[in-house]
């Protein structure tokens, strides 16, 4: 399989290029992860044995980790003393333009390190992806809120060379149904396209709403991937 494209392996292209300080790398090189108060995501150069090696130290570090790889080569495969907590088939998918849409919610505000904390609680209720309490620090959040309450946020999260990722994007269950996920994924999209950038994202390929709701954002789908949650050792 050749793996030529910044998207192919978008963990280890953020996690060597444009996140690199927030990552933290194996003694010897050959693998990354991000920081565990930011995210879970980690990755190694290759399937080399030394980078095979160098990735497994950190997994077992920073239990956790989530791999993002190209399907049909889940680089945890070769991790075998690692207990897999789940893996899930993704879609990921690209816009270069955002379709025409109605004007955005004038409610909409800047997010800071001051609403983190209401931050993750949305992510833990809604569940949009890995959420962490420094995920803000990727990118420029954005949110709603609604008598003093945030009830929908969206973000960017991994930057690759000519791509950032759209991602975090929640609405809290009382408050779906009024277009909030599409006037916040449509900010933080502008805002990528302005810096001469195209948008990625990875969804759950068995959510066929919310890939169909991506699609009429202006996205299509590239690549089949892999999300792999690794725990300690195995037993």
Known sequence: MTLNHPLDRPVWSALTTRLAALAIRAERGGAVRLDPDIGVFAAAADGSPDSRAALDALCRRYPGAGLVEPEGAPIVSVLPDLAVVSRAACLQMTAAALTPGEPGDPDVLTLSEADAEEMLALAILTRPGPFRKGTLRLGGFVGVRRDGRLIAMAGERMKVDGFSELSGVCTHPDFRGQGLAGTLSRIIVARILARG???????????????????????????????????????
Do not use: K, N, W
């Not at 948008?199 to 202006?218: D, S, V």
């Open 197 to 235: 950038e195209q948008a990625f994202l990875h969804a759950y390929a068995e959510h066929a709403t919310t890939i169909a709701f991506y699609e009429g954002l202006g996205f299509s789908g590239r690549a089949r991937m892999t999300y792999t949650v690794l725990d300690g050792p195995a037993d």
